[in-house]
């Protein structure tokens, strides 16, 4: 057990790594930054200067080693707009996006599991239509536009919720909703179908003809393996689902961390941008390591692995 | 065209496919002969006659089916323009994803298991980067326009074509006629082309179609937040980001485009989901 945990981690700094070398050069890909930072007017001569000044007329590779070198002392340069350590400006907005992204996650385990469980027990009932629906429609809206019409319904017509913000529960009502359709349609539908499956098998069989109760065949033996294909799939969905918080607080005007990476890019502050999207890269990578190691307590027999 | 008839035929059998279908040849439809159909021009702004709800009759007498926006154009013409600009996007982008991601695949899954692993390696890599970000970060630097939108689009999305190509070569490469095409001296290239891929083309086909659906989403969020294709195009992401400013007194400009949205890619879905229960036997014994 302890050979593999130490494996798997040395892999996700791999990954990690991956994603530096990744993020450093196709920020790059347009060739050199300075063009957008200097009034268009600026002469030669400063064009020079600012280059050296920022090191951008060093080798690309050189400026990468560079840029891993201070990373992996915790420095990750200054944001070019705010003149802060650009990963503090990201620390300090993670709070909000977690108590964001958290919210949205229970909502959609809230809707999707028993939804999802009651599909799967009952094929072809109410149930099972509306789960099929609720994964149908959930993975089909524009985030952005779901975003747009909840604050039409709820803050123009009916004047309910704020439109914008942070700081009560009301203001996260409605960016909860929107981050979580699509989550509540992928988990729907990916564990309606791993319950049926599970639901098949020989051991559930097994367990109804000793006579176990309906409900505790369904969450003693069906629910936990259904659950490791699941959670496994969700694990790699992380990414997109962090993406879709971008652009919901984007929306919402929310102070997390995707608004902070939309005013980056629109500012040009690529430190930032770099910054943002390794944070995001370690999180994924310990969200799905973390994952990788549930299934020891969801399957006694992986424990050994 | 026996086969294919069968073939339409079997798939018809699912209503909820068939009405998948029907919206799908509409928006294509829309998208190739719309510009010569519809009633206004989309471009013709008219400032006395600016959001103007829907049903609300025209200078000239003809009816704003869908009203207009804030420059007083008419909604309905631009959302059958606004089609050209997310199918392309959604199909070429698709088609670029494809090529790269069925290559790498073949190549990991036949000959080399080092390239397998750099290819799982860079896999991992792509899941861990928040994309939308990224691809954001990307069409800042290289300026919106369609192909930057369809290259950054394309080259970040093939590796679910690589990994499941991969994995069914890795079985396909033990089966006997593969095995015996080799023993009759075929080249490596002859092996690849015509007795692996015929063989995975069904998993690209499903795949293909739900990721169409998926592009179509991702070009409308970076056409909202301006970094899609230039803005003097119509595209229906670009329309509700001009609609959201007036939001509280002319509801439809940008509900409607996102309506067009939401309709487009659910009947890319259902194709897609009908594909899938057609042609992966696997996928199949779940399903049903």
């Given at each position: 057990m302890l050979g593999y945990v130490a494996s798997r981690l040395i892999y996700a700094i791999l990954v990690v790594f991956g994603v530096s070398v990744a993020v450093f050069f196709l920020i790059r890909i347009g060739?050199?930054?300075?063009?957008?930072?200097?009034?268009?007017?600026?002469?030669?001569?400063?064009?020079?200067?600012?280059?050296t000044q920022m090191g951008f007329d060093r080798p690309i590779v050189v400026q990468y080693l560079d840029f891993l070198g201070r990373a992996v002392q915790g420095d990750?340069?200054?944001?070019?707009?705010?003149?802060?350590?650009?990963?503090?400006?990201?620390?300090?907005?993670?709070?909000?996006?977690?108590?964001?992204?958290?919210?949205?996650?229970?909502?959609?385990?809230?809707?999707?599991?028993?939804?999802?469980?009651?599909?799967?027990?009952?094929?072809?009932?109410?149930?099972?239509?509306?789960?099929?629906?609720?994964?149908?429609?959930?993975?089909?809206?524009?985030?952005?536009?779901?975003?747009?019409?909840?604050?039409?319904?709820?803050?123009?017509?009916?004047?309910?919720?704020?439109?914008?913000?942070?700081?009560?529960?009301?203001?996260?009502?409605?960016?909860?909703?929107?981050?979580?359709?699509?989550?509540?349609?992928?988990?729907?539908?990916?564990?309606?179908?791993?319950?049926?499956?599970?639901?098949?098998?020989?051991?559930?069989?097994?367990?109804?003809?000793?006579?176990?109760?309906?409900?505790?065949?369904?969450?003693?033996?069906?629910?936990?393996?259904?659950?490791?294909?699941?959670?496994?799939?969700?694990?790699?969905?992380?990414?997109?689902?962090?993406?879709?918080?971008?652009?919901?607080?984007?929306?919402?005007?929310?102070?997390?961390?995707?608004?902070?990476?939309?005013?980056?890019?629109?500012?040009?502050?690529?430190?930032?941008?770099?910054?943002?999207?390794?944070?995001?890269?370690?999180?994924?990578?310990?969200?799905?390591?973390?994952?990788?190691?549930?299934?020891?307590?969801?399957?006694?027999?992986?424990?050994?692995? | 065209m026996q086969g294919f008839l069968a073939f339409l035929r079997r798939f018809a059998r699912s209503k909820l496919a068939l009405f998948g279908l029907v919206i799908v040849a509409i928006v294509v439809f829309a998208a190739v002969f719309g510009r010569w159909l519809v009633p206004f021009d989309p471009f013709a702004q008219n400032i006395l006659g600016r959001l103007k709800p829907p049903f609300s009759e025209a200078r000239n007498g003809g009816i704003h089916l869908l009203g207009t926006e804030a420059l007083g154009r008419d909604v309905f013409s631009r959302l059958v323009i606004g089609a050209q600009v997310s199918l392309l996007v959604g199909v070429a982008s698709v088609a670029l994803s494809s090529v790269v991601g069925i290559t790498m695949g073949i190549l990991a899954g036949y000959e080399d298991k080092y390239l397998g692993r750099i290819l799982m390696g860079i896999t991992d890599v792509q899941l861990a980067i928040p994309f939308l970000v990224l691809a954001l970060a990307v069409v800042a630097v290289l300026g919106p326009s369609l192909f930057n939108l369809i290259m950054v689009l394309g080259l970040t999305n093939w590796v679910q074509y690589a990994r499941v190509v991969r994995a069914e070569c890795l079985v396909l490469r033990e089966r006997e006629y593969v095995q015996a095409a080799r023993a009759l001296g075929a080249s490596t290239p002859r092996i690849l082309f015509r007795h692996l891929l015929p063989n995975v083309m069904s998993s690209v086909i499903v795949i293909s179609s739900l990721l169409v659906a998926k592009?179509?989403?991702?070009?409308?969020?970076?056409?909202?937040?301006?970094?899609?294709?230039?803005?003097?195009?119509?595209?229906?992401?670009?329309?509700?980001?001009?609609?959201?400013?007036?939001?509280?007194?002319?509801?439809?400009?940008?509900?409607?485009?996102?309506?067009a949205?939401?309709?487009?890619?659910?009947?890319?879905?259902?194709?897609?989901?009908r594909l899938r229960d057609m042609l992966d036997p696997r996928l199949k014994q779940v399903e049903n």
């Open positions: 060739g050199d930054p300075s063009a957008l930072f200097l009034p268009p007017e600026a002469s030669l001569e400063d064009i020079a200067a600012f280059r990750f340069g200054q944001s070019l707009r705010y003149q802060q350590p650009a990963m503090q400006l990201v620390l300090e907005r993670v709070p909000a996006t977690l108590q964001l992204s958290a919210a949205a996650l229970a909502l959609s385990l809230l809707i999707s599991i028993p939804l999802a469980i009651l599909a799967a027990t009952h094929r072809g009932s109410i149930f099972d239509r509306v789960g099929l629906v609720v994964s149908l429609i959930g993975q089909s809206f524009p985030t952005f536009w779901l975003a747009i019409m909840l604050i039409l319904i709820f803050s123009e017509h009916l004047r309910m919720l704020p439109p914008s913000g942070r700081g009560t529960w009301a203001h996260l009502i409605m960016p909860a909703i929107a981050l979580a359709a699509y989550s509540t349609a992928i988990i729907t539908r990916l564990l309606r179908s791993s319950m049926i499956e599970v639901l098949q098998s020989d051991y559930v069989r097994t367990a109804r003809g000793k006579g176990l109760s309906q409900g505790r065949v369904v969450f003693r033996h069906a629910l936990r393996n259904a659950a490791i294909p699941t959670l496994t799939v969700i694990g790699l969905q992380v990414g997109a689902l962090l993406g879709g918080a971008v652009i919901t607080e984007e929306i919402f005007a929310y102070p997390g961390i995707g608004r902070l990476a939309i005013q980056a890019i629109a500012n040009r502050d690529f430190t930032v941008v770099q910054a943002f999207v390794l944070f995001m890269a370690v999180l994924i990578v310990s969200i799905n390591l973390l994952v990788d190691l549930s299934y020891g307590l969801l399957d006694p027999r992986l424990r050994k692995g | 592009m179509i989403l991702f070009e409308s969020s970076l056409s909202f937040l301006g970094l899609g294709v230039p803005p003097s195009t119509p595209t229906w992401g670009a329309m509700i980001a001009e609609g959201r400013n007036y939001i509280a007194n002319a509801w439809w400009v940008a509900a409607i485009p996102g309506f949205i939401f309709i487009t890619v659910i009947g890319i879905n259902l194709v897609g989901d």
